[in-house]
């Protein structure tokens, strides 16, 4: 089942306005720099903020990624239990993920924890 929350989205209108803020005044280290996909987080701390560059978020997309212990184990135990996915597991951007809905229509990722 889920284990841990893994990021956080944070909407931002310029990323390394945002990187040189997260850095310079909270002391976070930069995890990732990859296109949209950037990363800051306390060292060694296992959480981190992605910070997305946009005006807004993709309706509903709350950019949350969950980790697994198994990730197809997982998907069959949630959809067992109702759980709505809006993306079944597939590869997307190097992993594989899937994507569910609360009955609010926040969606949220998941992803196995042996493939982060």
């Known amino acids: 089942m889920i284990?841990?929350?893994r990021s956080v989205p944070v909407t931002v209108s310029d990323k390394s306005e945002a990187i040189s803020w997260y850095q310079d005044k909270l002391g976070f280290e930069v995890r990732e720099n990859e296109g949209h996909?950037?990363?800051v987080a306390p060292k060694?701390?296992?959480s981190e903020i992605h910070l997305c560059e946009t005006e807004e978020l993709e309706p509903g997309n709350t950019g949350i990624?969950?980790?697994a212990d198994d990730l197809e184990a997982?998907?069959?135990e949630l959809k067992?239990?109702?759980?709505?996915f809006t993306q079944d597991p597939s590869e997307k951007g190097g992993g594989t993920i899937a994507m569910f809905?609360?009955?609010y229509g926040n969606v949220y990722w998941l992803?196995?924890?042996d493939e982060y």
């Open 44 to 46: 060694d701390w296992p």
């Open 74 to 76: 997982t998907h069959r």
């Open 3 to 5: 284990r841990e929350i």
């Open 65 to 67: 990624l969950l980790l």
């Open 111 to 113: 992803m196995s924890k």
């Open 101 to 103: 809905k609360d009955p």
């Open 37 to 39: 996909w950037v990363t």
């Open 80 to 84: 067992k239990r109702g759980v709505e």
